[in-house]
């Protein structure tokens, strides 16, 4: 099983796809590969991000217990 990328990784990568699409001129078939690609790694982004806003919030509820 792969390793899953980080958020940087995934991030970067669709920093790439955006500046691909917007600086060629692509075939129509490209062009929704790239964008199919683009949706997915939104989706993980949004999940990761999901995820560290849920352990800040589990952090800050044991910081204030711990009060």
Do not use: N, P, W
């Not at 099983?1 to 990784?9: L, W, Y």
């Not at 692509?26 to 999901?50: A, I, Y």
């Amino acid at each position: 099983m792969a390793k899953e990328k980080s958020f940087e990784e995934l991030f970067q990568r669709l920093e790439e796809i955006v500046r691909e699409m917007e600086s060629e001129d692509l075939q129509l078939e490209k062009s929704l590969t790239l964008f199919e690609e683009g949706v997915k790694l939104s989706e993980q982004l949004r999940g990761q991000l999901s995820g560290a806003e849920q352990k800040i919030s589990e952090l800050m509820d044991k910081l204030g217990k711990d009060k």
